[in-house]
DNA sequence: AGCCAGGCATCAG
DNA sequence: CTGATGCATGGC
C-alpha cells in the first residue's frame, strides 16, 4: 500500500530547497500540510487517489526529494505519473544554475545565496489557482491559505484513501458557481466571495477558457484576464505566472513596488506598471523567477525569523 | 484603536 | 494620467 521512490539529480537542473520553495507564498496551491521536514498533498494519479509524503534529502548543491505514496494500484504508469506532476509541478527543470549566472553581477544575487534552490512553482490545477490568486488579494499568505483550505472542506469532492483517511479535493468551477454566498463568507473570503462565483460563472458559461489563455501572448492573456470582475494586473500576472507557468509575468505587490525602486533606482517613486515593465525588460523570460527572489527576499528581511542584518542595497 | 496584509473598482481632479 | 477611498476579515 505504500511505495517510496526519488527524484534525484539528473532530474533536477541545479540546486534545490523544498522548504524555500513551500513557504515562499506562491499563489499556485495552498501550503501543503507540514510535518517537520516533510509535506503532503492529496492528488489524483489515473483517477486513483494517492497520499503523497516529500522530503528532501542530500546537501542542497546536490539536492534530491523524496517521495513515499499512500494508495492503491500503485502500477508503474501510476508512480510515473506521481514523478512527472513532481517534476512539473516545482518546475525542477527550470535552468536555475543558468539563471544565477546570468545575473550574478547584480545586486539580485545577493538574494540566490540567501535563498538558493528556491523555485517556481506551476500549478496542475489552473482554476485552484485563479482563486487562489484572487483570495490573496488585499490579504496575508496565511489568511488566503485558510480561505482556501476552507473552500476545499466545504465545497469539495470527499476522497476516501485506503487507510481511512479523508480529503477533500479542489471544488470544480461548476461546484463554485453554484455556491452560494453566505458559505463562501463563512470562509472569510469577504467581498472576494463575489469574484469567486463570477469568475467561476463565465468558465461555466464559456466566457473563460482557461485552456486557451495558456496558448495565448503574455499581453493578450494578460488584457483578457484583466477583464474580469475581482482580476487586475496583480492578480492577472500571478494566475499566469503560478497557474499557466507564463514566467515572463512579474506580480507587482506591495513588497515589490517597495522593494524595486530601493534596489534599481537609489529609492526613486515609480509606478506598480513601470516596476512591471522594468522586470519583464531587465530579466525577459526569467522575470517571473527573479520577481519570487526580491519577494521572498524582501519578505523574510523584514521577518523576525529572518533579522534584517544582510542588506540587499 | 488603528494599521497592514502578494489589490481592485470607482470616482475626483 | 495620478491620487483618494471603500471594501471584509484577522492579526498584531
Redesign the pocket.
Known amino acids: 500500500m505504500g511505495v517510496d521512490l526519488s527524484i534525484t539529480q539528473g532530474e533536477i537542473r541545479g540546486p534545490f530547497n523544498l522548504h524555500h520553495t513551500m513557504q ?4 499556485s496551491e495552498p501550503y501543503w500540510r507540514r510535518q517537520n521536514e516533510t509535506y503532503r498533498e492529496v492528488d489524483f494519479f489515473n483517477g486513483q487517489p494517492a497520499l503523497l509524503d516529500v522530503y528532501p534529502s542530500g546537501d542542497p548543491d546536490n539536492a534530491s526529494l523524496q517521495i513515499h505514496v499512500t494508495g492503491e494500484h500503485l502500477d508503474e504508469e501510476t508512480l510515473e505519473s506521481i514523478r512527472s506532476y513532481l517534476v512539473n509541478l516545482f518546475r525542477l527543470c527550470d535552468d536555475l544554475p543558468l539563471f544565477y549566472k546570468k545575473f550574478r553581477n547584480e545586486k539580485i544575487s545577493q538574494a540566490f545565496k540567501e535563498f538558493c534552490g528556491l523555485r517556481l512553482m506551476k500549478a496542475s490545477n489552473p482554476f485552484e489557482s485563479l482563486i487562489c490568486s484572487v483570495c ?9 491559505n ?1 480561505t482556501i483550505r476552507c473552500i476545499q472542506t466545504s465545497f469539495g469532492q470527499l476522497i476516501d484513501l485506503p487507510d481511512g483517511q479523508t480529503f477533500h479535493a479542489f471544488p470544480s468551477p461548476e461546484t463554485l458557481a453554484k455556491a452560494s454566498t453566505a458559505k463562501l ?1 463563512g470562509c ?5 466571495a ?2 469567486i462565483l463570477s469568475v467561476s460563472k463565465k468558465i461555466v458559461n464559456g466566457d473563460l477558457n482557461l485552456d486557451e489563455l495558456r496558448n495565448a501572448s503574455y499581453e493578450t492573456a494578460k488584457n483578457e484576464l ?1 477583464e ?11 494566475f499566469l505566472l ?1 497557474g499557466l507557468g507564463q514566467t515572463r509575468a ?7 513596488h517597495r522593494i524595486v525602486p530601493k534596489v534599481y533606482f537609489g529609492g526613486a ?1 515609480m ?4 516596476v512591471g515593465r522594468f522586470l519583464r525588460s531587465r530579466y525577459g523570460e526569467w522575470a517571473g523567477l527573479a ?2 527572489y526580491l ?2 527576499y524582501g ?1 523574510m528581511r523584514s521577518s523576525k525569523l529572518f533579522p534584517p542584518e544582510k542588506k540587499l542595497v
Open positions: 515562499s507564498g506562491q499563489t490573496s488579494q488585499h490579504s496575508s499568505v496565511e489568511q488566503w485558510k463568507e472569510q473570503a469577504g467581498y472576494r463575489q469574484y484583466m474580469l470582475p475581482g482580476i487586475g494586473p496583480k492578480v492577472a500576472d500571478c503560478y512579474a506580480p507587482v505587490d506591495i513588497w515589490i517613486k509606478s506598480k506598471e513601470e520577481q519570487l519577494y521572498h519578505r
